[in-house]
């Protein structure tokens, strides 16, 4: 989590002294604001450059962003082929999700939550689940 904000922390630099240098610093290079802060962050930036390289190489930061914390499967190709093999199982659970979904004629959604016992559960409103039960 922490790293997360630390990259999150470097990005929002880089947006900043791009948009210092586009619109505040025009004056010239002896303009305080240049000399007293667009500088010293360049060079800040500049010394995170290698650990911000690191961490994108390292985590997933958009999976990071979503408090879902994995290594980013690009690191080796032993990743790689489990994360392919991760998204087939997420994709037949979805279409089984929607099988289910449809089996109950339910007017509320099926969803398919995460438990804490790294397994994942059906869940339907009771008044809908109990109504699809008996249609079948």
Do not use: W
């Amino acid at each position: 989590m922490d790293c997360v904000k630390v990259y999150n922390m470097i990005h929002t630099l880089e947006s900043l002294v791009s948009y210092l240098n586009e619109n505040v610093t025009q004056e010239g290079e002896e303009h305080p604001m240049r000399v007293q802060v667009v500088d010293p962050l360049v060079e800040t930036l500049e010394e995170f450059a290698k650990l911000k390289s690191m961490l994108t190489e390292c985590i997933d930061i958009g999976k990071a962003k979503q408090n879902d914390y994995i290594i980013n499967p690009d690191f080796s190709p032993e990743l790689k082929e489990i994360s392919l093999k991760q998204n087939q199982v997420k994709t037949k659970m979805e279409r089984l999700r929607q099988a289910v979904e449809n089996d109950l004629a339910t007017n509320k959604p099926v969803t398919l939550v995460d438990s804490n016992m790294h397994t994942f559960i059906f869940e339907v409103d009771k008044k809908e689940g109990d109504a699809g039960m008996r249609k079948s």
